[in-house]
């Protein structure tokens, strides 16, 4: 599963083996999810 930094915008792969998340471009602890930019339709009733 991929992640994006949101302060650097590069791709990271976290290794689960270590307990710590971080970037490691930048250092910084806050990655967000890369989600599809699939559009997702919906019936209404």
Request: glycine letters at 6%; a positive charge; charged letters at 30%.
């Amino acid at each position: 599963m991929g992640y994006r930094c949101v302060n650097c915008k590069q791709p990271v792969e976290i290794n689960y083996e270590y307990r710590g998340v971080r970037c490691p471009y930048c250092g910084h602890r806050i990655l967000v999810k890369e989600r599809p930019v699939r559009i997702k339709q919906v019936l209404a009733k």
